[in-house]
């Protein structure tokens, strides 16, 4: 998908609020490679 | 609740439920009992790929990683020596921040080794069949069959809607926005008591209400961890069913769901689902949250409900003057 973001600012209020909580994180360099992310139950290694 | 994994052929087993689908020439990074995502990314066979991805991910590693947080290493590739080379730069990479590599794994479809000690051996079914029992008790669905399939998923018969749109918008314009607003919340929840797929009449309807901002909003703003299964349906069917000219909003709801629910490689899906020509906010918002890889809590401490009697910080956010509320710099992929 084309991510540039072309309007000025999010307009509504919750768009506002996730684009504030986005703020507080570090700006990375947007690379090609896409990353699937996934948070899931905790995996533990019970015997070797 | 904990996956207790208690050796490599499991520790490959369970990374298909854990992802949503069955991953194919693939780095996969598994968290070790502690809080850091899973991640998954196309093998990179060169240097600059290599470069590329970890730029990706050290910064979402490294704001939630601990003292004593480990992983493991899993590439899933025919090529066991690329295998070793990548399994070995990145098990650097993430010690240079901090995090301990406990086990670095290479798998192609028959066969596991650990690259460490060399120890091979066979997947078997029994550790496929235990895993999928224990990932079923943890309410998962099971896997696709790969990335493309659960991309494929949200594809539907798009027709029968894209018929109904003239009349449904010709109905909908008899009606005020916050009438139509209060019947797609009422349809919301009645899909959240009984689960029984929209009719073609009710689907349209639902699209061509939710392309008002306020009422897509009352919809976004009911989502919480413990709705988003029943989001993530009504969603999903809809991206499917949708025509062009009414998908970018539901496509962009189920990315969120999605995302709330832990599955970033659905809400990359569903973001690929929203039209290229119809720039949508609430998609390159939910795109950076995924590719930043935030923590769903982080919606939720910001967003509490009004009914534990605190502003939630959507109100704080609204009382802000726009220009200090909006981002100062560059979101990450704006």
């Not at chain 2, 028959?110 to 029994?126: E, F, I, K, N, S």
């Not at chain 2, 009349?167 to 009606?175: I, L, Q, S």
Request: with cysteine; net charge negative.
């Amino acid at each position: 998908m084309d991510i540039t973001y072309r309007r000025p600012r999010p307009a509504s209020r919750p768009e506002r609020l996730l684009a504030w909580l986005l703020r507080l994180r570090p700006t990375t360099t947007s690379v090609a490679a896409r990353i699937d992310f996934v948070r899931a139950e905790p995996v533990e290694v019970t015997q070797a | 609740m904990t996956l207790s994994i208690q050796n490599p052929d499991e520790l490959v087993a369970v990374i298909p439920h854990l992802l949503g689908f069955k991953p194919e020439e693939s780095i996969v990074f598994l968290p070790m009992g502690s809080d850091l995502p899973v991640a998954r990314v196309d093998l990179p066979t060169t240097p600059r790929d290599r470069e590329g991805v970890w730029r990706s991910i050290r910064d979402a590693y490294g704001r939630y990683s601990q003292p004593g947080s480990s992983l493991a290493i899993v590439c899933l590739t025919a090529d066991r020596a690329m295998a070793t080379d990548v399994g070995h730069e990145f098990a650097a990479r993430f010690d240079s921040i901090g995090i301990d590599t406990r086990a670095m794994l290479w798998a192609d479809e028959t066969r596991w080794a650990d690259l460490d000690t060399g120890d091979m051996g066979l997947q078997t079914d029994a550790a496929r069949e235990r895993i999928a029992a224990a990932t079923v008790l943890t309410g998962r669905a099971q896997p696709a069959a790969t990335r493309d399939s659960l991309a494929e998923s949200l594809v539907g018969d798009r027709e029968p809607v894209a018929k109904l749109l003239p009349e449904t918008r010709g109905a909908a314009r008899e009606n005020t926005a916050r009438l139509e607003g209060r019947w797609a919340l009422a349809r919301m929840q009645r899909f959240q008591r009984d689960g029984v797929r929209l009719s073609d009449s009710d689907a349209a309807r639902l699209l061509v209400a939710v392309e008002s901002i306020p009422t897509r909003d009352r919809l976004w703003l009911d989502m919480n961890r413990g709705n988003v299964g029943s989001h993530v349906a009504m969603w999903t069917d809809m991206t499917q069913r949708a025509p062009d000219e009414v998908r970018a909003a539901p496509a962009s709801l189920l990315g969120f769901a999605s995302w709330l629910s832990g599955h970033g490689a659905l809400a990359w899906c569903a973001l690929d689902q929203v039209p290229k020509d119809k720039p949508y906010a609430l998609a390159n918002l939910v795109a950076a949250a995924v590719e930043t890889a935030m923590h769903p809590r982080e919606w939720e401490a910001a967003n509490l409900p009004a009914e534990r009697g605190l502003d939630s910080a959507a109100d704080f956010i609204s009382r802000r003057p726009a220009a200090q509320a909006g981002p100062a710099q560059a979101v990450p992929g704006f």
